[in-house]
């Protein structure tokens, strides 16, 4: 049976390679897109594929940085009202790479044991922002895989 630093070492390795392929799938949603068409929603109260990448990245920035006790400035009404080119979105997705490797590098079973503020909430274990991270990363991958499916089938019926 493995130890406790093992076991912790593993779940940040496990949640980065969640994260990572996450990444991976968004920049093959975003290519081939124009601004029109990243800005496009399905429905009046829908997102677009721009925002839902934008708000998707900064949250995952924060929950991470909080597993760290990185406080991160954040602007979310903004987030929903975000407009970007294919460009745009594909540096945030290498930024979110970049900021991703370089805080779960860093990461130990300790940042995942203690308490640790986010924004307005109670603050929490880091393994928790960590796990909620993941999960709404992967939430709204499927909002962008579905936002996508229904523009392909617009623009080609």
């Excluded at 070492?9 to 994260?19: D, H, P, Y």
């Excluded at 979105?89 to 991703?100: R, Y």
Aim: net charge negative; proline share 4%; charged share 30%.
């Amino acid at each position: 049976m493995g130890s406790e630093s093992d076991t912790s070492e593993r779940t940040i390795a496990i949640v980065q390679r969640g994260l990572r392929n996450m990444h991976t799938k968004m920049r093959d949603l975003i290519k081939g897109l124009d601004r029109d068409a990243l800005s496009w929603k399905p429905h009046p109260e829908a997102n677009s594929i721009a925002v839902l990448v934008t708000h998707t990245l900064r949250s995952e920035r924060e929950l991470i940085g909080a597993v760290r006790g990185v406080i991160v400035g954040r602007d979310r009404p903004s987030e929903f009202v975000s407009e970007a080119d294919q460009d745009e979105l594909l540096a945030m997705v290498d930024e979110a790479d970049a900021w991703l490797a370089e805080q779960t590098d860093g990461m130990t079973g300790a940042d995942l044991l203690v308490d640790r503020p986010r924004a307005n909430d109670k603050p929490q274990l880091g393994l928790v922002w960590l796990l909620i991270a993941y999960g709404h990363g992967r939430e709204h991958l499927a909002h962008l895989e579905l936002t996508r499916q229904l523009l392909d089938g617009r623009t080609n019926p």
